[in-house]
């Protein structure tokens, strides 16, 4: 493989003459090389490279944050290093690059191969991200927003291995979805099945990243858990005092598990912001199942390292809203490969897509 170096970093504005691949799902046909994952966050801060086996097996990874929220150009200078260090010929020693795989924390158009936005990054509008790396690496790449990727990680090397329907809901910074059906991503007309983040679960509630109010990820992603506990401390000693023992002194640092594990311990304003995450997780998921009647609902990022604190109280929830007949096989997970997810399916795109 060989990447191109120049002094002229991308803007995106360089040839798209390319045919977009078609997606047939199936396994590379091939007994030596490699395959290549990349992971973009939502915010942009934050790249993850692997290399992998045609197992799927993950053998060397890097992953580097910015300091400030990036434009297109920044984050994909800083990929194209990670790359050079990740493909080394050193590294090589079994053959060369076959497949690239990308989960992009985003709104991606899958079958054309676009990223059509990030909410929380610059300069990704409509963005042929497919192109840029086809043509950088010389070799068929696959892109797709990280819920879906982390699903069909979650189905082929996790926790829905054996399950016909799932759901995997990503509750990480945002808050995002993606159906799997037979081993297939579901991605609808245009590609935008699966942003449940966005699905209204509180009338007049909390301002969401989209600008919309009461939507999901306004109230039970990761970064709104925080923001609210530390907004809701303010006038709370007690709760203050226990922010500050469990993040040492610096509250910025308090992690959601521990917002979790606060109301554990019958903290009353961690116990409210949990309380709103249960009911609103379970209102929206409770929607999907009975329109999809998944065999399971896996939650995984960051929110979900809180364990059993989130996953019982969510699937209690869905049994108290749904018909008992339409949630009678379900069940309610969390996610085995825990924040490696979208990374991992970024691989498993490269491994199953043509």
């Avoid at 934050?46 to 580097?64: E, H, K, P, T």
């Avoid at 579901?186 to 969401?208: D, F, T, W």
């Amino acid at each position: 493989m060989s990447i191109q170096h120049s002094s002229d970093m991308p803007t995106g504005s360089f040839s798209t003459g390319l045919v977009h691949p078609q997606r047939v799902t199936d396994k590379l046909l091939a007994t030596h090389g490699y395959v290549v994952g990349i992971e973009i966050s939502s915010s942009g801060l934050r790249q993850s490279v692997a290399l992998a086996n045609l197992d799927g097996d993950i053998l060397f990874r890097i992953s580097r944050p910015l300091e400030v929220v990036p434009d297109s150009a920044t984050v994909l200078q800083q990929l194209e290093a990670m790359l050079a260090e990740v493909t080394s010929p050193e590294r090589l020693v079994d053959g060369r690059i076959l497949r690239v795989g990308i989960a992009v924390g985003g709104l991606v158009d899958a079958s054309r191969g676009m990223v059509r936005r990030l909410y929380h990054a610059h300069g990704w509008n409509d963005f042929p991200l497919q192109d840029y790396f086809t043509e950088r690496f010389d070799a068929p790449c696959i892109i797709d927003n990280n819920a879906n990727a982390a699903a069909l990680a979650e189905y082929h090397r996790g926790a829905g291995i054996g399950e016909r329907v799932i759901l995997y809901v990503g509750l990480g910074r945002g808050i995002g979805g993606g159906l799997i059906i037979n081993g297939k991503i579901y991605h609808g007309v245009n590609s935008m099945a699966g942003e449940i983040g966005h699905m209204l679960v509180k009338e007049q509630g909390p301002r969401c990243s989209c600008g919309g109010y009461g939507h999901l990820e306004a109230i039970a992603s990761a970064r709104a858990i925080i923001s609210t506990t530390l907004g809701l401390s303010v006038e709370v000693t007690e709760t203050h005092a226990a922010i500050m023992r469990l993040s040492h002194d610096w509250a910025e640092r308090l992690t959601v598990a521990q917002v979790f594990q606060l109301a554990d311990e019958g903290d009353q304003v961690a116990q409210r912001v949990v309380s709103d995450v249960h009911t609103s997780l379970g209102i929206a998921l409770a929607n999907i199942v009975h329109l999809v009647n998944p065999s399971m609902i896996i939650l995984g990022g960051s929110v979900a390292q809180a364990g059993d604190l989130l996953v019982k109280p969510v699937e209690q929830q869905i049994h108290q809203l749904c018909l008992p007949e339409v949630c009678q096989d379900l069940k309610v997970v969390q996610g085995h490969l825990g924040v490696d997810a979208s990374l991992v399916g970024a691989v498993t795109l490269a491994l199953q897509d043509l």
